[in-house]
């Protein structure tokens, strides 16, 4: 695959088309490289109490976007929502730059259909920790989305549009907190904040943060936790993964039965994401949340 194009892919992931290798470009991995060094622009911009709370808004928006719509919804049809809400959710999951909505699926359906076999995109038993927690995005295979695995979703043009130029959500939400940053520092001094503290807290150290706290669970949670059903891959249950990505940590449980919208299985296990959808049931903007089946629940009380 020539440079030209692996650059033009990222404006455009359609500019190349689907590789059967595992090799890593540079052109890759440059992108990549470029997130984390642009945290260090902290030390030049600085700390502000505003700033580090929009971090963490921002961390927790965008987690929800990713494990309640980007996995529950578009990964595996856990509940029902408007086509509306589907594209909101849909653009606020892609500003945490994981890529599009149905690239996000189509490899995550896969994951599940050959969970830590030889073709699982991202097995630590397979190919080690570093390559299920980052590398495997980065490969030449892996990069194109298969729009086979995602027929459902694909004859929606506009997340077509936002898979294709999936680039185009996270520069508007560096934009976005350029200006607002801008403007805070000519009407509220008083925040002691700046468009670019604010680029730099609230889209590059989030997204970092998001970043790391998603991968884990293709990494971290198929090799430390607690497993409670015998299922034929590494999943684990684990609370501290849990609680980071409100509720995804719960990965045993999930690769037990995946066709529920809830992931924590019994009450003490937290799953925000569940939750958040449930009292988003409450006012009409999602519906039909699938419940965990009586058996199951018959297995957890023998348990």
Same mark, same amino acid.
């Given at each position: ?12 992931? #359609? ?79 892609? #500003? ?12 995550? %359906? *896969? ?17 080690? =920790? ?14 194109? #989305? ?6 459902? *979703? #694909? ?9 294709? =130029? ?95 919208? %809830? ?41």
């Amino acid at each position: 695959m020539s440079s030209l194009k692996q650059i033009a892919a990222w404006f455009d992931s #359609t500019a190349v088309r689907t590789e059967k290798s595992d090799h890593i470009s540079w052109t890759r991995v440059v992108p990549f490289i470029m997130m984390h060094l642009a945290v260090v622009g902290v030390f030049w911009v600085g700390f502000s109490w505003f700033a580090f709370w929009v971090c963490i808004f921002l961390y927790f928006v965008r987690m929800f976007a990713i494990t309640g719509f980007y996995h529950r919804y578009f990964s595996h049809k856990n509940f029902k929502t408007s086509r509306f809400l589907q594209f909101v959710f849909a653009f606020v999951g892609a #500003t945490s730059a994981q890529r599009g909505p149905l690239w996000w699926a189509s490899h995550h %359906r *896969f994951h599940h259909a050959k969970s830590d076999t030889s073709e699982d995109p991202h097995s630590p038993r397979q190919k080690g =920790f570093m390559w299920s927690h980052a590398l495997w995005f980065l490969s030449d295979k892996n990069f194109a #989305t298969n729009e086979r695995r995602i027929k459902d *979703f #694909t004859k929606f043009p506009e997340l077509k549009w936002l898979d294709r =130029f999936d680039v185009v959500a996270p520069a508007i939400l560096a934009v976005v907190l350029f200006g607002v940053g801008e403007y805070l520092t000519a009407y509220y001094p008083g925040l002691e904040t700046s468009g670019w503290q604010l680029v730099i807290w609230g889209f590059f150290i989030s997204t970092i943060l998001l970043y790391h706290a998603t991968y884990t669970i293709n990494s971290l949670a198929h090799r430390f936790g607690s497993r409670r059903f015998e299922t034929k891959d590494d999943s684990r249950n684990n609370l501290m993964l849990a609680l980071l990505t409100m509720g995804e940590g719960w990965h045993n449980n999930h690769h037990y039965y995946s066709g529920t919208a %809830r992931q924590g299985f019994v009450w003490y296990e937290i799953d925000l994401t569940f939750y958040i959808l449930k009292l988003m049931s409450y006012c009409g903007l999602v519906w039909d949340l699938k419940p965990i089946p009586d058996k199951i629940k018959t297995q957890l009380h023998k348990a």
